[in-house]
């Protein structure tokens, strides 16, 4: 059990924001970008700090600056037709 808590449920919950982040963003639902923004700033703070994995840190602080980006840029046409 105490697999399951070692980081406080930290590490579930970046899991959870992330797998409700690609059902948003699948659904063309822009909220996505914050649920994944928000997935990456506790992965960062575990990366950086409990686990101490430089490599989860910097790829998750990569990966939130392309969630700012996408956020920002984020266009959704509804004359677009996804094959």
Request: aromatic share 18%; charged share 15%; glycine share 10%.
């Amino acid at each position: 059990m105490e697999a399951f808590t070692k980081y406080y449920l930290l590490d579930w919950l970046a899991m959870i924001l992330s797998l409700i982040a690609v059902y948003c963003l699948g659904k063309k639902n822009k909220s996505g970008f914050i649920y994944f923004a928000l997935a990456n700033l506790i992965w960062i703070s575990l990366g950086f700090g409990p686990i101490g994995s430089f490599g989860i840190g910097i790829g998750n602080s990569a990966f939130l600056i392309m969630n700012i980006r996408g956020f920002i840029t984020w266009k959704h046409n509804k004359n677009e037709k996804f094959i």
